[in-house]
């Protein structure tokens, strides 16, 4: 997100940067500069949609007294350094679902109950609760899929499908009824988030899609609406968090459902290489450019899925290399020629 640097230019104008040796030397150089910064921020924004924390990540202060804007900063810096350590170190794309580390101040060690950490300097820790492991266990993503007073299965389950999964449900048909309005006198007994989807679910419109999405948020439900963990629901009886995804795979709760993605590492990888590759190019990935992401995965996979054999390999690809750009109209006498432009940078 910067002009060239000296060295980059010099390469450049010598006419060997696109030399496969020179290019990946200078990709990792990049990435282990400070600068490199811009990636982590803006394509964690993107992808995970950090970006929307301060508009949706609103719990209400009568039920979450202690949760406020530091809070909400405390959960996007965690993410952010999480994911710019995975790239920066050499570690897997799986580690991003499996790490048993994570980046916490005192603020956050103690909403999280990670005991020995004072201070508001944020410092990577070891998570000792496997539920606690990869982004599904981090705030940001939890409190980003809840509501003001309390969770949301199908805002979790749409996120995941769609985030890690890229298997976005269809969007629901026109005069659907919300949530409340499905369940209007209903008895007092579907006090629980479960029960009153399955009422909810009786609309034959909403029970097509809500197969497919409330599995995976269900498995999420031990984690309230600012990511700290519970075991029993708002009725104090236990949580029952049970389900079958898409593909036949059983989860009940964060462990397996987070066991059910990297179960396909070349899956999970694909989808981040597609993410990536958007956002290295500025526009959606057509049908022509699957190829290019299989021959990634494929060479990522034999360097253990790493994260920056996944961003050097979309720096040495074509799509991001060549792109085509059609002259004005107005400028042009007869048909547009288009015109490679060599992203040096």
Not at 262 to 270: E, I, K, L, S
Request: glycine share 8%; proline share 8%.
């Amino acid at each position: 997100s910067s002009v060239p640097d000296e060295k980059l230019l010099d390469l450049a104008a010598a006419g060997r940067l696109r030399e496969p040796e020179v290019l990946a030397a200078q990709a990792h150089r990049m990435l282990s500069d400070d600068r490199a910064d811009a990636l982590v921020d803006n394509f964690t924004g993107q992808w995970l949609q950090l970006r929307n924390l301060e508009a949706k990540a609103v719990p209400d202060l009568l039920m979450f007294p202690d949760f406020d804007d530091n809070t909400r900063k405390g959960f996007r810096k965690e993410t952010e350094l999480f994911f710019g350590y995975i790239l920066r170190t050499d570690r897997s794309t799986l580690d991003l679902m499996n790490a048993d580390y994570t980046f916490v101040d005192e603020r956050l060690a103690r909403l999280y109950g990670i005991p020995g950490v004072y201070g508001p300097q944020f410092r990577k820790v070891r998570l000792t609760d496997p539920n606690r492991r990869g982004l599904l266990g981090q705030g940001s993503v939890l409190a980003l899929t809840s509501v003001a007073t309390r969770t949301s299965p199908v805002f979790r389950g749409k996120y995941v499908l769609s985030t890690f999964l890229n298997t976005p449900p269809p969007p629901p048909p026109p005069n659907v009824p919300s949530l409340e309005e499905s369940n209007k006198g209903a008895s007092t007994a579907a006090k629980t988030v479960r029960a009153q989807l399955e009422l909810h679910r009786k609309n034959q419109p909403c029970a097509g899609c809500h197969r497919v999405i409330d599995p995976a948020g269900f498995a999420l439900e031990n984690f309230n609406s600012v990511g700290q963990w519970r075991d029993t629901g708002a009725d104090g009886a236990p949580l029952d968090v049970a389900g079958t995804l898409a593909d036949g795979s059983q989860v009940s709760g964060p462990v397996a459902l987070r066991q059910a993605i990297v179960g396909r590492p070349d899956a999970f990888t694909t989808v981040v290489t597609e993410k990536l590759l958007t956002y290295a190019l500025g526009r959606g990935l057509e049908p022509s450019d699957m190829p290019v992401v299989r021959r990634i995965v494929k060479k990522a996979a034999q360097n253990d899925y790493r994260l920056s054999s996944v961003v050097v390999g979309i720096i040495e690809s074509a799509p991001f290399q060549m792109r085509t750009k059609l002259e004005p109209a107005e400028n042009v006498k007869g048909p547009a020629e288009p015109v490679k432009v060599a992203r040096s940078n």
